[in-house]
């Protein structure tokens, strides 16, 4: 296991880490989401692949309170982001919150409080909530760990990758000779 040094102390990864994050950008390769990153189209790709539109929608969220929320509904997923904050903290909340989905984690029970949130939207048509308020239990966590892990896979690969044609014979002629493109 690799130490890594962070303020002063060394942290372990655990294995754990590393399984989740090759499973992340195995999920990421599949979605065919290439570089550079765009929270759209990762969420685009993930809707199509779930059957169902995953609807991104800023909010100004009370403060202190959740910075996002997952609603599953049988029409759609809803990420609703705090509107409040930077455009990079937005893109981490909805990455937190894609990791809930991608990790397909359980709702909590506070379904009645989240659909005041969505104008129109009744408690019975919400499967699924989880609102991001603290890093407290596992499943928190791993979606922490899976927004980190696909915006440092980003950031690595928008800096190094060049941009994908949109021709398809380019694209595998890229394929063919190795050019770096994707989450490899």
Not at 21 to 36: A, H
Not at 54 to 77: H, Q
Not at 131 to 138: H, I, K, L, M, V
Request: net charge neutral.
């Amino acid at each position: 296991m690799a130490a890594v040094r962070r303020r002063g102390r060394a942290w372990r990864k655990r294995p754990a880490d590393s399984d989740l994050e090759r499973r992340i950008r195995q999920e990421l390769r599949d979605l065919d989401v290439q570089p550079p990153l765009s929270v759209e189209a990762l969420c685009k790709a993930l809707g199509e692949r779930r059957g169902r539109p995953i609807e991104l929608r800023a909010y100004p969220l009370p403060k202190p309170g959740p910075s996002g929320l997952w609603l599953e509904t049988p029409a759609a997923d809803l990420i609703i982001y705090q509107q409040e904050t930077t455009k990079l903290h937005q893109e981490h909340i909805i990455l937190h919150e894609i990791g809930h989905i991608l990790a397909d984690h359980r709702g909590d029970d506070r379904v009645d409080e989240w659909h005041a949130v969505v104008a129109g939207l009744a408690p019975s048509a919400i499967r699924r909530a989880l609102g991001r308020c603290s890093y407290g239990d596992a499943q928190e966590q791993e979606a922490e760990l899976v927004a980190t892990i696909i915006l440092g896979w980003a950031w690595a690969l928008d800096g190094v990758t060049p941009s994908v044609s949109v021709d398809p014979s380019v694209r595998r002629l890229h394929d063919t000779f190795g050019a770096p493109v994707g989450w490899r």
